[in-house]
Structures are given as C-alpha cells and as structure tokens.
C-alpha cells in the first residue's frame, strides 16, 4: 500500500511522522511532496526510508492513497494537477472543502474520498482524528479507520457533523494548550520553574483524560472526588466559574465552528 502525502507543513509533516511511526506502512511506501525543500530534507533527516519531491504530481503517481494536506485556497490548483485516477482514494485534510467541492477538482467525481481532521499529536500517535467518507466500500472504510487509529483515537461521523466536531477535536487541542500555558504563568508566579510547572500541568492534564478515556464516568463525578468541602479545590472552582471560564470554552468552540 502506497501512500502520497502532497503538503509538508504542520499537518502534513505531522502525519508523515505518525505513519512512519505505526506498523501498517513501510517507510519505503511514502512519499511526501512540498513546493520548498527545506521541510522535505527535515523529515527525509528523520525517516531516512521517506521518499520526497517537490512534483505533486510525481508523488501521486502510482500511490494507492493520496492525502492531500495544503491549505484551503491551494486545493483547487493542487487538485486539478494531480489528475487522479478513479482507482486511487483520496484523502482531504483541508479544512472546510466539502465532498461536493472536491468532486469538482478531480478527474473522476465518483472515486473513493474521505474527509480526514486530525490534530498535531498525531505525530505522537495522540490525536483525535474524525473522518468521514463518499464513495466508498466497508473494506475501505475498515482500512482507513484501523490505519489512522494506530496514530490516536479515530471517529467516523457524517459529513456533516465535521464543523462542530473539528472545533472540539482540531481547534480544541490550541484550547488545551492555551490552559497549560496560562497555568504555567500561575505556577511561575508562585514561585515553581517554567519547566517543572509545565510538566505538572501537562502530566495533570494526561491523568484527567486517561480518567475520562478509561472508565465509565464524567468529568462532574471526577471533579466531585477532588472537591472536598471547605477545601481548595472548590475555592478555585468557583473562581473559575466567577470569571467566566466555562462561558469562555463554549464561546471559544462556537466560534471555532
């Protein structure tokens, strides 16, 4: 199975390293295509098995996948270029560029395509990654879900549920960092180093979610348990909730959308 990334950027790169990483392709089966050649040598010094170019249609070529990770306004130029065939799938990470829209840039509307939303730990093998499918069979379905579930945790939703769940999902990983960035200013006022406050936000961070992903409960029961009355806990809980925090997350994600 041959797989073409076309895009060496943030997304892009970030996917190449997750493949390169999980069991089910081979290094020597990718190919990574960017304009600039600098992003391609960085990723070709990691994965020395990679293999890189700067002709998208070259990489595309004989590839049995082609993901295509560019920006939203170079979809239709990089589309129209590849020139695929009905037999490739195609696999879109752009954000907001629906079915409807890629049909129209390819040669065959009707081949295999699925919509892809991932987040940037997915070259940790951690990302919350959506997909959504047109076109194609269960067999198909099955692979792609598998491949990318090596790289984090994978849900195939509707087309249509991709805006709201790209802002939890895609958009909410910036949100996440942001809390441990402002909670390392508090711990670096208080007195604790930036590197040792980061490491205990983010540890704590990595414990409430494996609480969350690892047992039948809900954040409201887990925030109960730590809530003593009269404690600390509670006291910055309400502080939290005087200054809006909850509002503000909500508001973040609808605005995302």
């Known amino acids: 199975m041959k797989i073409a990334i076309i895009g060496a950027g943030n997304m892009g790169g970030s996917i190449a390293r997750g ?45 049995d996948i082609v993901i295509l990770a560019v920006k939203p306004w170079l979809v239709e130029p990089v589309m129209r270029e590849l020139k695929l ?6 696999i879109s ?43 194609t069979n269960d067999e198909q379905d099955k692979f792609i879900l598998r491949l990318f579930s090596e790289m984090g945790t994978v849900m195939l939703i509707p087309e249509d549920k991709i805006t709201a769940a790209t802002a939890l999902a895609s958009c909410g990983i910036a949100y996440v960092l942001k809390y441990v960035q402002a909670a390392m200013q508090a711990g670096i ?10 490491t205990m936000v983010a540890q704590s961070l990595k414990g409430a979610a494996a609480l969350i992903l690892n047992n039948d409960t809900h954040p409201s029961v887990e925030i109960d348990k730590v809530t003593t009355p009269g404690g600390i806990t509670i006291k910055g809980i309400n502080e939290l909730e005087h200054n809006g925090f909850t509002s503000a997350i909500i508001q973040a994600m609808k605005a995302s959308k």
Not at 33 to 58: F, W
């Open 85 to 90: 065939k009905s037999k490739q799938i195609l």
């Open 19 to 63: 493949l390169t990483k999980g069991s089910m392709i081979e290094d020597l089966d990718i190919i990574v295509s960017n304009p600039s050649v600098d992003k391609l040598k960085k990723l070709r010094n990691e994965y020395l098995g990679l293999s890189i170019t700067q002709d998208n249609a070259e990489a595309a070529t004989g590839a």
């Open 93 to 135: 990470v752009a954000a907001g560029i629906s079915f409807e829209e890629l049909a129209h840039y390819v040669v065959a509307p009707e081949m295999p395509m699925f919509r892809l939303i991932p987040n940037t730990a997915i070259s940790e093998l951690e990302s919350m990654t959506l997909v959504s499918a047109r076109n």
């Open 189 to 198: 006022e208080m007195g604790i180093r930036p590197k040792d406050a980061m």
